[in-house]
């Protein structure tokens, strides 16, 4: 590979991985807008609690699966296991469409989180890999704009129900992916430094059993990673809460159909957030350069913005309030998003990134998958807003402790 081919392929490593990250929000984002045209068939979805559990299974299912498929992404090749997982939770998708019962949908969406767990660790891993420095906030911040533009473009699932039937959506969405899977197996490659550690990985069985838990031993001795988890998780809760309520919040504030609510709630995140992590992944890698705790500074101020923003979103009662608050949450919010992973290759190895965000995205999906649920129940009992409002109490904690306690000495620990 040539000079100018390396400088350009972790480029085209992120702009293909981006396609991958918007099907990814896309396919698990588009039910939140579905529930209306599918409860003429499925009618236990008239149940907000009920349709909070089918919300949720995902979300408990990709958080167990989250630590094994970051063990996996450290000791097979990362570029396989995104295409396989795309093509899976593609199939998936497609077989939603042919869903006639609460049951059905119920073990379709679990077997999607366990596809869609396989996907975020290794394509974070393969990032940090490619960029160093200079670029890492950057690029794992574009990629991060797949997941939001996937989002977004989830949101118009029930607008998309409404001109065809849910059912052709769910098709129509899942034959995309597949197809993508195929384009992948061509254009992806793996960085060729994570083959040669494969690679040395021992044969013995016994010796493989060493290398799998000394790495959560490293893990777990970390003091740093224990405050990342924190700090990761608790963010999560108001990031899955937006997810997954959000256009129900902006239906019942607003008084509008989800047909609307849907698509502005999506979108009002998914523009600011986009906006959020461009924003917060030049200032990281620049403030770094100056200052070694330039990204967790970075961080820090995206979550201090989505405080007042869930507060407002809480209690807000016009269109202006309400939709300010998702524009303001999404911009801290991205923000924070695009220094996760560079902030982790501050504390942890390369050798164990995608083992160590595997755990760091169980935690948040399990805060979110809880959360999920919880806000289910109050959607029936009229207190949504509230439980949004309650959420800022939790992120202003986590930005204390990431502030005090996350000191690292090296932009890239080896």
Known sequence: MNNKTSN?????????????????????????????????????????????????????????????????????????????????????????????????????????????????????????????????????????????????????????????????????????????????????????????????????????????????????????????????????????????????LFSETLNIPMSEAGPISTITIAVSSFIGVIVGGILSDRWVQKNIRGRVYTGAIGLGMTIPALMLLGFGESFMAVVGAGLLFGIGFGIFDANNMPILCQFISAKYRGTAYGIMNMTGVFAGAAVTEQLGKWTDGGNLGIGFALLSIVVLAALLLQVYFLRPKTDNME
């Not at 052709?168 to 061509?186: K, R």
């Not at 970390?222 to 899955?240: M, N, V």
């Open 8 to 248: 350009i392929y972790p480029w085209v490593v992120v702009g293909l991985l981006w396609g991958v990250a918007l099907l990814n929000y896309m396919d698990r984002q588009m039910l939140s807008t579905m529930r209306i045209p599918m409860m003429e068939d499925v009618r236990e979805l008239e149940s907000a609690a009920n349709f909070g559990r089918l919300m949720a299974v995902f979300l408990w299912v990709y958080g167990l699966m989250s630590p094994l498929s970051g063990i996996v992404g450290d000791r097979m090749s990362r570029k396989w296991l995104i295409v396989g997982s795309l093509c899976v939770w593609s199939g998936v998708t497609y077989l939603m469409g042919y869903a006639t019962t609460f049951n059905q949908l119920y073990w379709l969406r679990g077997i999607m989180g366990i596809s869609e767990a396989l996907y975020l660790p290794a394509a974070l891993s393969l990032i940090a890999d490619f960029h160093k420095d200079k670029t890492r906030s950057l690029a794992v911040g574009i990629h991060m704009t797949g997941l939001y533009v996937g989002q977004a473009v989830g949101g118009f699932g029930a607008t998309i129900a409404a001109t065809f039937s849910w059912h052709s959506t769910f098709h129509w969405f899942g034959i995309i992916g597949i197809a993508y899977s195929l384009i992948l197996m061509f254009a992806l490659r793996e960085n060729p430094a994570h083959n040669i550690k494969k690679t040395n990985i021992p044969i013995n069985n016994t010796e493989k059993k060493i290398s799998l838990f000394s790495g959560l031993s490293v893990l777990f001795s970390t003091w740093a990673f224990w405050i990342i988890l924190f700090y990761f998780a608790a963010p999560s809760l108001p990031g899955w809460a937006t997810k997954n309520w959000l256009p129900t």
